[in-house]
């Protein structure tokens, strides 16, 4: 079953895909967010984090702010993303797929970069085919190209900013 968290930039897609790895059994249960980081007030970039361990790498820093913290991947928007925050997520997230006890896997976010084959795409295909139970956080504006390229019928598509969320899990 694959549980899509949809909504526009700055919705609370993080917030509730977080919300739900605390609801679902935690050691069943593991993935990755992409948390905004901050110097003092002002917001510089993202950082990848691991839900069970709170391991974090830098994934990505607005070009204002990038100055060689990382070995640069590429550029998107006005962005510059580390290869090593996406090696790190690819690998753990290798070590979820290959993990019986795993059920739930999360994985924020699934957007531009990955419907241009980058990023977590290859490894999202992975875990498209597995027999885990996936929450994935996507944009609006991804959500139709996204998709189009599963099986619907094994959907369960969550708007971000819906009122009545209670921080509860959909059923699994």
Request: hydrophobic share 35%.
């Given at each position: 079953m694959v549980f899509i968290i949809c909504g526009p930039i700055n919705s609370g897609k993080?917030?509730?895909?977080?919300?739900?790895?605390?609801?679902?059994?935690?050691?069943?249960?593991?993935?990755?967010?992409?948390?905004?980081?901050?110097?003092?007030?002002t917001f510089v970039g993202y950082e990848l984090t691991r839900l069970s361990n709170g391991e974090k790498r830098l994934l990505a820093l607005l070009n204002d702010y990038?100055?060689?913290?990382?070995?640069?991947?590429?550029?998107?928007?006005?962005y510059v993303f580390s290869g090593a925050?996406?090696?790190?997520?690819?690998?753990?997230?290798?070590e979820m797929l290959d993990d019986d006890n795993l059920k739930y896997i999360f994985l924020d976010e699934i957007g531009p970069i990955e419907l241009e084959g980058r990023g977590f795409w290859r490894v999202f295909q992975?875990?498209?085919?597995?027999?885990?139970?996936?929450?994935?956080?996507?944009?609006?504006?991804?959500?139709?190209?996204?998709?189009?390229?599963?099986?619907?019928?094994?959907?369960?598509?969550?708007?971000?900013?819906?009122?009545d969320f209670h921080h509860s899990a959909p059923p699994v």
């Open positions: 993080s917030t509730r895909m977080a919300a739900y790895y605390h609801d679902c059994h935690r050691r069943k249960a593991d993935g990755l967010i992409s948390r905004k980081l901050y110097k003092g007030s990038y100055r060689d913290q990382f070995e640069e991947c590429f550029s998107f928007g006005p925050a996406f090696e790190f997520g690819e690998k753990v997230l290798e992975r875990l498209l085919n597995s027999d885990k139970h996936l929450f994935i956080g996507v944009r609006d504006q991804c959500l139709a190209p996204v998709l189009s390229g599963l099986n619907q019928a094994c959907c369960i598509v969550t708007d971000a900013g819906e009122d």
